[in-house]
Nanobody, 122 residues
């Protein structure tokens, strides 16, 4: 299984951005896919996850109401729509997938992408 993120970039505060994560090989076996983010010197933080079959969604407190996670099963792709971006959202965003556990803890995920940088600055 390989995960590839795309869609990062530099945006101004208040803007929107959409990240994509395409999975190659085995997506149909996933229990959940998630987004985490990380800044230098800090641990990887939970952003959102979605259960692959039922589409149930869960969010971190700092992004709830601004970010939306979704998936397109036919394309083996998960998205993160980010609205009303703030400077605190600046981070490298990682896509993750797991076949059995999922959840808010990064240790629950076996597969990871390389990450996409999101920078929010005026």
């Amino acid at each position: 299984v390989q995960l590839a993120e795309s869609g990062g970039g530099l945006v101004q505060p208040g803007s929107s951005l959409r990240l994509s994560c395409a999975a190659s090989g085995g997506a149909s076996d996933f229990y959940a896919m998630a987004w985490f983010r990380q800044t230098p010197g800090k641990e990887r933080a939970f952003v959102a996850f979605i259960t692959w079959n039922s589409g149930m969604t869960y969010y971190g407190e700092s992004v709830r109401g601004r970010f939306t996670i979704s998936r397109e099963k036919a394309e083996n792709t998960v998205y993160l729509q980010m609205n009303r971006l703030k400077s605190d959202d600046t981070a490298r965003y990682y896509c993750a997938a797991d076949e059995s556990k999922g959840g808010r803890d990064p240790r629950g995920y076996d597969y990871w992408g390389q990450g996409a940088q999101v920078t929010v600055s005026s």
